[in-house]
């Protein structure tokens, strides 16, 4: 059983940069696809980003696509998305998952990832 806690979040300025870390419990978390998506008030979760257990593959939304940057340090149990030119599309709680089932594919489907963190609130205010 994963467990995987993120951190990182807060409050930036539009233009601004975040840097997002999630945590895993176990060093099985080196095998799995990593995902990040995020839920802002009133819509449904959505895919964000995701990379392959070797971090060989990756995969972005198109609303990220140039300004986030997902990378992962087996080494340390972690993955992190980073941010830059933050804007008022990007507020969110941000959700680490990982995808036990798969090795070099990141699906973008939430449903296909069993363990998940708490979520870490990304806010973009003047």
């Known amino acids: 059983q994963v467990q995987l806690v993120e951190s990182g979040g807060g409050l930036v300025q539009p233009g601004g940069s975040l840097r997002l870390s999630c945590l895993a419990s176990?060093?099985?978390?080196?095998?799995?696809?990593m995902g990040w998506f995020r839920q802002a008030p009133g819509k449904e979760r959505e895919f964000v980003a995701g990379?392959?257990?070797?971090?060989?593959?990756?995969y972005y939304a198109d609303s990220v696509k140039g300004r986030f940057t997902i990378s992962r340090d087996n080494a340390k149990n972690t993955v992190y998305l980073q941010m830059n030119s933050l804007n008022p599309e990007d507020p969110a709680v941000y959700y680490c998952?990982?995808?036990?089932?798969?090795?070099?594919?990141?699906?973008?489907?939430?449903?296909?990832?069993?363990?998940w963190g708490p979520g870490t609130q990304v806010t973009v205010s003047s």
């Open positions: 998952a990982a995808d036990a089932s798969r090795h070099f594919t990141a699906d973008r489907r939430e449903t296909e990832y069993g363990y």
């Open positions: 176990e060093r099985t978390f080196s095998n799995y696809v």
């Open positions: 990379l392959s257990w070797s971090g060989g593959n990756i």
